[in-house]
């Protein structure tokens, strides 16, 4: 092997599923750092750099506010990002991403990416209703009754962003579809939404798998 070492850098960004401190109490056993060992044992002739410019709590707009500073600033080989989580906040409706602006943000991330990097879709995971504050608040009781729930409430969102990948012809990973079968293991039962140990677990393996294909060639 030759010296010298090449080195990728990583983008992660989104809310707080990104983020990955909830879930996980070993910090080695978020869904970046499984990836990140995954990555470097299979590829030990690069020095792989994470930027975590995850945010938990925000809503996509808010995100994209961030976007220069947290991501196009460190210029990454890779954007894993997700969309959705936070853009219902009917406890603040002046939060409230609507569709079209929703496009006009997920167009704005794809226009200005450099050519050097490649995006990587991450569509979100499933909500596990009765385990969600939301859906006993009074501000969320008329939205949840017209849409059939919270996790339906999300639909319209994931199935746009897998539109987008398909379009753009993006690597993705679904974690809707990655938990489907049994989300009770890996969605925590204290929130409803945010990932297990297992959820963590499954992630980082499944994402260091697509990686490991994107980077060989």
């Known amino acids: 092997m030759p010296w010298g070492m090449k080195n990728i850098v990583l983008s992660v960004f989104g809310s707080s599923i990104m983020e990955g401190r909830i879930g996980a109490d070993d910090p080695m056993a978020r869904w970046y750092n499984i990836l990140y060992a995954g990555l ?17 709590g925000e809503s996509t707009r808010e995100c994209m506010a961030r976007f220069d500073r947290d991501v196009l600033a460190y210029s990454p080989d890779y954007l894993l990002f997700m969309i959705g989580g936070n853009n219902h906040d009917y406890t603040k409706p002046e939060r409230i ?3 079209p602006e929703l496009r006009s943000l997920v167009q704005e991330l794809a226009d200005r990416l450099p050519a050097k990097t490649k995006p990587i879709g991450i569509v979100i995971g499933p909500v596990i209703d009765r385990y ?5 608040h009074p501000a ?3 939205p949840l009754k017209k849409s059939g729930g919270l996790d339906q409430m999300m639909e319209p969102e994931r199935e746009f962003f897998r539109d987008v990948i398909r379009r753009n012809h993006w690597p993705s990973l679904d974690l809707s579809k990655l938990f489907q079968n049994d989300p009770e293991r890996y969605i925590l039962a204290s929130d409803g939404i945010h990932l297990s140990p297992e959820g963590h677990a ?3 393996k499944e994402m260091c798998r697509l990686l490991e294909k994107e980077i060989a060639g």
Do not use: D
């Not at 470097?40 to 938990?56: H, Y």
């Open 40 to 56: 470097s044992r299979r590829f030990p002739e690069i020095c792989f750099s994470i930027v975590n410019g995850a945010v938990g």
């Open 97 to 99: 991403v609507g569709m």
């Open 132 to 136: 969600h504050w939301a859906t006993t």
């Open 140 to 142: 969320f009781a008329e």
């Open 202 to 204: 499954l992630f980082g």
